[in-house]
T-cell receptor, first 117, second 111 residues
Framework: DAMVIQNPRYQVTQFGKPVTLSCSQT?????MYWYQQKSSQAPKLLFH???????NEADTPDNFQSRRPNTSFCFLDIRSPGLGDAAMYLC????????????????FGSGTRLTVV | TQLLEQSPQFLSIQEGENLTVYCNSS?????LQWYRQEPGEGPVLLVT?????EVKKLKRLTFQFGDARKDSSLHITAAQPGDTGLYLC???????????FGTGTRLTIIP
């Protein structure tokens, strides 16, 4: 089945040690998004790629970076994780073109739970 | 800035009861989507409504889009423990690849 896969499901990292989370998709969707979600809260958009075009949210800290080397993969890099960065990180995709987001919405991965020790 | 406020924020009810969750905004949206997120998983799209006044049913779940396309409701009949989760509404705009997510409703169904 076509899907969005996030690896790893659980990641423990040390305070200040760079960490990379990965997301892959077999849907051939144009847009890939990274969200941060803290317990029982709504997801907060960090940034998204529309094809190769990177779109950062104004309030996303510089500590968070992203790479999209090809259509299928997108990475979230946290350069110096702090305790406040512990959260669930969700990757999502959409076709993006025309009215597709309105009609078909996003497809989310299962998320990566990040713990900072 | 578009905002979607959901109410209630938390809801805990007994199995078999009915409930309604609300999603409200001062902004007009082209579409309104509802997602359910189970613990430890990503959100899953339940339904999309695009026409003002539209009503969609998904088994025991009934979704309605307000006439002015500024609000939506989700009604669950005879709630089951499997309905437990975080319910998120999300508003879409024509030609915009970003959705605006609501503040979320954490629903717990007690067996």
């Amino acid at each position: 089945d076509a899907m969005v896969i996030q690896n790893p499901r659980y990641q423990v990292t040390q305070f200040g040690k760079p960490v990379t989370l990965s997301c892959s998709q077999t849907l051939n969707h144009n847009v890939m998004y990274w969200y941060q979600q803290k317990s029982s809260q709504a997801p907060k958009l960090l940034f998204h790629y529309y094809d190769k075009d990177f779109n950062n949210e104004a309030d996303t800290p510089d500590n968070f970076q992203s790479r999209r080397p090809n259509t299928s993969f997108c990475f979230l890099d946290i350069r110096s994780p702090g305790l406040g960065d512990a959260a669930m990180y969700l990757c999502a995709t959409s076709r993006g073109v025309g009215d597709s987001v309105n009609i078909y919405g996003y497809t989310f991965g299962s998320g990566t739970r990040l713990t900072v020790v | 800035t578009q905002l979607l406020e959901q109410s209630p924020q938390f809801l805990s009810i007994q199995e078999g009861e009915n409930l309604t969750v609300y999603c409200n905004s001062s902004s007009v949206f082209s579409s309104l989507q509802w997602y359910r997120q189970e613990p430890g998983e990503g959100p899953v799209l339940l339904v999309t409504v695009v026409t003002g006044g539209e009503v969609k049913k998904l088994k025991r779940l009934t979704f309605q889009f307000g006439d002015a396309r500024k609000d939506s409701s989700l009604h669950i009949t005879a709630a089951q423990p499997g309905d437990t989760g975080l319910y998120l509404c999300a508003g879409g705009d024509l030609g915009n690849e970003k959705l605006t997510f609501g503040t979320g409703t954490r629903l717990t169904i007690i067996p």
